[in-house]
């Protein structure tokens, strides 16, 4: 630990490799210009609060902001003398301005220093997730247009269960993510408030005025209480929450993307732009992208349950092992900005095999519901409509039929004299999905509906930029 932080209470240097094992600049020093920007707001609070003088805000103003420079340059690197971002700023703001970089700790603590650009960070990089997340909610819209008149069989228990439209399979997706969009928006008022001014935990003596640096960096409200504001991390576990459940969506979109794509399957092939091949196997064409977004979901889950397990049983107030939030919250922004990054372009540059699609629709019987449907209709009650249908399949199964289109009508009237084998012609799956017509069904005008319906969202939600 630098000889800043530590002061003249302790003889002697740390040891090595406790000083090591203590260090975070390693890993937080992306946070400098957050970290920057809630200094320059503190000076600005101190001078007009008349806790430093006036001469003294215009240098380390200056000094911070060339300190920044040099950083976005990339030639202000991490010293190991100085454990942690804040210390590397303080500490080369010495080497520029001597002994007068000591006032910019005025009236602050690293606790609330930390909390703070910890917020900022968060809020920066969710307004970019929420302009990405709008990306593929159109990138989502726009397949689904394109795939509105393709056939495929819908699963339940991954067994073939009904016919859908394809673009209604996606819109399932889109309204996922929709979701996770309205998530994020709301996970904003939790990280849109600023804890400067409380100190190590109990506020300040000085005549600070919070509410200064609060307007200056754009929060919407102060933390009510000091002890909270430095030890709350429920916006950290907020955003990895939110996280975790966006990367359920996307494994499961991504497993599918899978399946589809194999050669049991074929409904699907994913662009060679996307897809890897074998060491080995000079015929495979593997879908890595869509597996590795389905695995990046482990690493995510992951930092959930981490920084649960580190919060749980903490007193009251800041704790060191509160430093564990950033690697956590660090990669899991790198890893689901990545995958916003990838899956519009993955989901655009898949092409589908339309007459596979349409067989395995109308195939595995899928049509049998709306078959027991149509004798149900003819006034003998559902559940006696569905065992009929249910021993029909089974007979039919026995004698070898894959699906009603493929039984003879001879056949079909020694089977099943009671039911007309006309029937089986309404039994096509474009006419049994236009037959679905409630505004979340599968027909030809719902789906339309509901991709316009996305469409106007998107384009009037909020936007990611607005404070």
């Keep these: 630990m630098s000889g800043m932080a530590r002061g003249k209470r ?34 600005q609070m101190l001078s007009e609060a008349g806790i430093i003088e006036p001469g003294l805000a215009e240098p380390l103003q200056q000094a911070l902001a060339q300190v920044r420079a040099e950083w976005e340059a990339g030639q202000f690197k991490p010293d190991s003398l100085w454990e942690d971002v804040h210390m590397n700023v303080e500490g080369r703001l010495h080497q520029i301005l001597g002994p007068e970089a000591g006032f910019l700790h005025t009236a602050r603590s690293r606790n609330d220093q930390v909390a703070l650009d910890m917020h900022l960070y968060l809020r920066r990089h969710e307004q970019v997730m929420a302009d990405k997340l709008g990306e593929l909610l159109q990138t989502l819209a726009s397949l689904a247009r394109r795939t509105l008149d393709v056939m495929m069989p819908g699963y339940t228990h991954l067994q073939p269960a009904q016919p859908v439209r394809m673009a209604h399979h996606w819109m399932a997706y889109a309204a996922m993510f ?3 969009l ?44 000091s002890i909270d504001a430095v030890s709350d991390r429920d916006y950290c576990l907020e955003y990895l929450a939110w996280a975790s ?68 049983g ?30 519009p372009g993955l989901l655009e540059h898949l092409t589908f095999n339309e007459e596979r699609l349409l067989a395995q629709a109308a195939a595995h019987y899928s049509n049998a519901t709306d078959l027991a449907d149509r004798l149900a209709q003819t006034g003998i009650p559902f559940r006696q409509a569905h065992h009929r249908v249910g021993g029909l399949v089974r007979e039919l199964l026995q004698a ?44 030809r005008r719902a789906v339309l509906q ?13 936007s990611a930029t607005a404070p």
Excluded: C
């Design 10 to 43: 302790f003889e002697g240097g740390l040891r090595p490799e406790v000083q090591q094992f203590l260090a975070s600049a390693g890993f937080d020093w992306r946070l400098l210009g957050d970290d920057v920007a809630g200094s320059l707001a503190h000076v």
């Design 450 to 462: 509901q991709i316009a319906q996305l469409e106007q969202w998107v384009s009037n939600a909020p």
């Design 245 to 312: 459940i966006f990367m359920v969506h996307v494994s499961r979109l991504s497993e599918e993307l899978v399946l589809w794509s194999s050669r049991e399957f074929g409904f699907l092939s994913l662009g060679d732009g996307y897809s890897t091949g074998s060491s080995i196997m000079p015929q495979k064409k593997n879908p890595d992208t869509a597996e590795l977004l389905r695995g990046k979901s482990g690493r995510v889950f992951g930092h959930l349950m981490g920084l649960l397990t580190v919060m749980k």
């Design 182 to 225: 309205e998530r994020l928006h709301d996970a904003r008022k939790r990280v849109d408030m600023s804890p400067l001014g409380a100190g190590a935990l109990a506020g300040t003596p000085y005549p600070t005025d919070p509410e200064t640096p609060r307007t200056l960096l754009g929060f919407s409200r102060l933390y009510a209480n």
């Design 400 to 443: 070898g039929y894959e699906g009603f289109d493929a039984v003879p009508e001879n056949i079909w009237v020694s089977l099943a004299p009671d039911i007309p084998y006309v029937w089986l012609n309404a039994l096509t799956p474009v006419a049994l999905v236009e037959q679905r017509r409630q505004p979340f069904g599968t027909a």
């Design 314 to 343: 903490l007193p009251l107030a800041y704790n060191s092992d509160m430093q564990e939030d950033k690697e956590a919250v660090f990669d899991t922004v790198d890893t689901v900005e990545a995958v916003l990054d990838i899956l």
């Design 178 to 180: 929709q979701r996770d």
